[in-house]
């Protein structure tokens, strides 16, 4: 089956130190974001990627990295920078280019998400 | 520049009651619109999405939305609740240019179903 897959589902950090969320996909999309989720504010950005090698800062990249080494994988590293990193963490892609030459509306894929907890 | 808004975060309905969850947007150009689902500790799913076809707009589950254009809204109804529809809904607009990648999202409505 197609789809994102997202590890792991529950994460423990301590403070000060990274951690790595890994995100899959088998989708063959373009395209991989990367959305903190708290209580009451919804998804926000923190990075997306539309091509291998490349990839951008969203609304709230500080306190994390990512790559984009390969098409199907774009893993975030949550840093000790991050000052709240308690979150879910959801990944998501789609296609930059529309299928079959149709109009690319935008329509994201979402993965199950990760719920890190600092402790 | 485009944006969402979901007006109440928390709506609460009994059994069998009709679903009426509201999202306005503003966009300088002709949306593309959706209405996604989230049950607890999981992804987001697609309910429906409008794309400039016809205005009404049918998605899973029994839910459906339509575009008003005049009202720049894309309300989410459904005619008869289920205690299953208790989840949270995010309404979107598709995002061009600057650091907002490919979809702008509203804050949520968590919807309760009351037996």
């Known amino acids: 089956d197609g789809g994102i897959t997202q590890s792991p589902k529950y994460l423990f950090r301590k403070e000060g130190q990274n951690v790595t969320l890994s995100c899959e996909q088998n989708?063959?999309?373009?395209?991989m974001y990367w959305y903190r989720q708290d209580p009451g504010q919804g998804l926000r950005l923190i990075y997306y990627?539309?091509?291998?090698?490349?990839?951008q800062k969203g609304d709230i990249a500080e306190g994390y990295s990512v790559s984009r080494e390969k098409k199907e994988s774009f893993p975030l590293t949550v840093t000790s920078a991050q000052k709240n990193p308690t979150a879910f963490y959801l990944c998501?892609?789609?296609?930059?280019?529309?299928?079959?030459?149709?109009?690319?509306?935008?329509?994201?894929?979402f993965g199950e998400g990760s719920r890190l907890t600092v402790l | 520049a485009q944006s969402v808004t979901q007006l109440g975060s928390h709506v609460s309905v009994s059994e069998g009651a009709l679903v009426l969850l509201r999202c306005n947007y503003s966009?300088?150009?002709?949306?593309?619109l959706f209405w996604y689902v989230q049950y607890p500790n999981q992804g987001l799913q697609l309910l429906l999405k409008?794309?400039?076809?016809?205005?009404l707009v049918k998605g899973i589950n029994g839910f459906e939305a339509e575009f008003k254009k005049s009202e720049t809204s894309f309300h989410l109804t459904k005619p008869s609740a289920h205690m299953r529809d208790a989840a949270e809904y995010f309404c979107?607009?598709?995002?061009?240019?600057?650091?907002?990648?490919?979809?702008?999202f509203g804050k949520g409505t968590k919807l309760s179903v009351k037996p």
């Open positions: 998501a892609s789609n296609s930059v280019q529309g299928a079959f030459g149709l109009t690319n509306t935008g329509e994201l894929f």
């Open positions: 989708l063959n999309h373009d395209a």
């Open positions: 979107a607009v598709r995002a061009y240019g600057g650091s907002q990648g490919n979809l702008i």
């Open positions: 409008y794309t400039s076809a016809a205005t």
């Open positions: 966009s300088s150009v002709p949306p593309y």
């Open positions: 990627s539309q091509i291998v090698n490349d990839f």
